[in-house]
């Protein structure tokens, strides 16, 4: 029976929440694998297609690699336009699978990360051209607001703070909302993201009280553990 390692990525958590995020994903792989089939693990990424940090990727190729299964993803069209995410795959050396290509093999990887990679490099000369053009039309490029001594002080505070910031966790965080909002238990959250390899800021596993402190101060479903 083969076995699968299935990895889901979203833009936010509200995406998640959508019919075309998280549980849209969900139900396309579940329906490929049908009962012929097994899926081991599930890792979920909650992160800006435009952005290369991505372990919970890597912990679906190292969990994939480890119980000698296929990684499979939903969407591969989505995924393809990200040259870190088809680098990574390829790489990786693993077995892999799309619910929406599944024809797809290493070669047709190369050609999408090539063509990944020459759309990123146009949009960013057009972008640059577009600018050498309007500064040369007389317009004063930036926000002058944010030139002042003030504000440079501010953006640096602001970036410190950012940098400080615990990616895992914010990751963390909006799964927890995600699963929160359709129902989920404290304690079966916490148990979710032990398992797709979430830890605390200390590095510690999840427990319900831990879960309930990464949830907004928002109304939330009775049933608490």
Partial sequence: MTQYVAYFRVSTARQGQSGLGLEAQQAAVRNFVGTEASIVAEYVEIE????????????????????NAVLLVAKL???????????????????FNAVDLPAADEFTLHILAAVAQKEATAISTRTRDALTAKKARGFQLGTPANLTEVARENALVSLQLNAQSNLNNRQAAQLAVLLRATGVTL???????NESGYRTRRGKAFHPMGVKRLLPNTKKPSKLM
């Avoid at 304690?187 to 993201?193: K, N, P, T, V, W």
């Fill in 48 to 67: 800006s297609g435009r952005k290369n940090a991505r372990p919970q990727l890597q912990a679906a190729i190292t969990r994939a690699k480890q119980e």
């Fill in 187 to 193: 304690r079966e959250i916490a148990a979710r993201l």
């Fill in 77 to 95: 069209d989505r995924l393809a336009r990200n040259v870190a995410f088809l680098a990574t795959l390829m790489e990786s050396h693993v077995r």
